[in-house]
C-alpha cells in the first residue's frame, strides 16, 4: 500500500521584520542576528490580521488546488500547527475544514511543536494505510513570534521565529498524481526538557489576571537558559541524525541515498554541522531559511518549496522532513520525490 504526498501549499503574511530591526529592537549585534541567528528577515502578522486559521486556509486553498482535489472528497482535516491560535482551548481544524468545504471530513488536532511536520505525516501515514481513510489534508500555521519580547535575552534563541502556514494534502493508492512516495519516519523525546521553555502565564498553573499580564507573564520565556544548553548541546546533534538514520533505515534507504533535507531553521553553524555529520552540502542538498526564520512546523513545507524551485530536488531524490521541538522531540519522515 502506498501513501503520497499530492499537494502542497503555503502561506506568508507581507509584513517583514528585518535582522537590522530585530538587532534594533534586542540590542544585539545586526552580525550575530543575521550571520549566528541566521534571519536575514522574517514575516510577521499585524495584530488583526493573519490569524493562525486565516493562514491555513490560504495554504489549504493552493495545496488542494495542487492536488486538483475537491474539498468534499477530504477525510480527514489534522492541525499541526502551534497550540497559539485565534483562540484558546478552541479547534482550529474544524474551523478550517468548514472553511475550505471539507464538509465530509472530521477534524482533529495534534501537537509536537516545531517537531510537528514529520510527526504529523507520520501518524497519517498510518491511517491511510490502514485504510481508516483515504485523503488527508495537514494544515500548520506559527505566529508565536507576538509571544516573543526582544528585551528578554534569555529568549534570544526564539527570536528567530516569524510567521506563516503550510498545508500538504496525503493520498492512498494516487497513481500518477503523487508529488512524492511518503515512507517511513521515527522519533525521540527527551522529556527532561519538558519545563525548559513556557509561557508562564495562560494555564492552569497561573491564569491570566491583571496581574500576570502586568508581571509580564504571558510571552514565552526559558527557565534556566544555561543550564539548558549545557543539556541540550551534548544530546541535540546526536539525536537529529539519529532519527534521520533511523528513518532511513526503516524505509529501505541508507543515509548515502539522501537527496534534500528539509530542516528545521536553527542558527546556520549548527545547520551546517547537520549537513555535514550526513556527508551532505548545506548549500545545495537544503535549503537555509535565513529570509523566513523559523516557522515552527510549516519550516519543512518552506524549504521543499524553495528547493524545487532552486532545482535542487530532482525526480527521484530521497527528501527528508527533520524537524525538532522544545520538549523536546526530534523527528524525521522520508519521501521520495516524484516531481
Known amino acids: 500500500m502506498t501513501v503520497a504526498l499530492t499537494g502542497y501549499g503555503r502561506y506568508l503574511p507581507d509584513d517583514r521584520l528585518t535582522g537590522a530591526e530585530i538587532a534594533d529592537r534586542s540590542g544585539i549585534p545586526e552580525s550575530v542576528v543575521v550571520e549566528k541567528m541566521g534571519v536575514r528577515e522574517k514575516r510577521v502578522c499585524p495584530p488583526d490580521d ?12 493552493d495545496a488542494l488546488a495542487d492536488a486538483a482535489l475537491d474539498p468534499a472528497d477530504v ?41 510537528g511536520a514529520p510527526i504529523a505525516i507520520r501518524q497519517v501515514r498510518s491511517q491511510l494505510i490502514t485504510g481508516d481513510i483515504d485523503t488527508a489534508l495537514l494544515v500548520a500555521a506559527n505566529r508565536e513570534e507576538d509571544l516573543v519580547e526582544y528585551e528578554n535575552e534569555d529568549a534570544s534563541f526564539m527570536f528567530n521565529f516569524g510567521s506563516g502556514a503550510s498545508a500538504m494534502v496525503l493520498e492512498r493508492c494516487a497513481g ?13 523525546t527527551d522529556g527532561s526538557f519538558s519545563r525548559d521553555v513556557v509561557m508562564p502565564a495562560g494555564g492552569t498553573r497561573h ?42 533505515k526503516r524505509s529501505g534507504l541508507a543515509r548515502d541515498d539522501i537527496g534534500f533535507v528539509a530542516l528545521t531553521h536553527m542558527k546556520r553553524s549548527f545547520h551546517d554541522r547537520f549537513f555535514e555529520e550526513l556527508g551532505l552540502n548545506p548549500n545545495s542538498d537544503g535549503y537555509y531559511l535565513s529570509e523566513y526564520g523559523h516557522v515552527q512546523s510549516v519550516d519543512q513545507v518552506l524549504a521543499l518549496d524553495e528547493g524545487v524551485a532552486a532545482g535542487r530536488v530532482d525526480p527521484g531524490d ?8 522544545t520538549g523536546y522531540t526530534w523527528a524525521a519522515t522520508v519521501l521520495r520525490w516524484r516531481g
Not at 50 to 61: F, K, L, N, W
Open 176 to 188: 500518477d498524481r503523487a508529488r512524492a512516495q511518503v515512507h517511513e519516519s521515527a522519533a525521540i
Open 50 to 61: 493573519d490569524h493562525p486559521s486565516d493562514m491555513c486556509v490560504a495554504a489549504a486553498e
Open 318 to 325: 530521497i527528501v527528508c522532513f527533520v524537524g525538532a521541538g
Open 207 to 248: 491564569p491570566p489576571s491583571g496581574e500576570t499580564v502586568a508581571a509580564g507573564m504571558h510571552s514565552l520565556d526559558v527557565t534556566e537558559p544555561e543550564g539548558m544548553k549545557e543539556r541540550l548541546a551534548p544530546v541535540s546533534l546526536p539525536n537529529f541524525v539519529d532519527v534521520t538514520v533511523e528513518a532511513l
Open 75 to 115: 477525510d480527514l482535516v489534522l492541525y499541526h500547527g502551534s497550540e497559539f491560535k485565534d483562540y484558546v482551548v478552541w479547534s482550529a481544524a474544524a474551523d478550517i475544514a468548514d472553511r475550505v468545504g471539507a464538509d465530509d471530513a472530521y477534524a482533529t488536532e495534534s501537537y509536537t511543536l516545531c517537531a
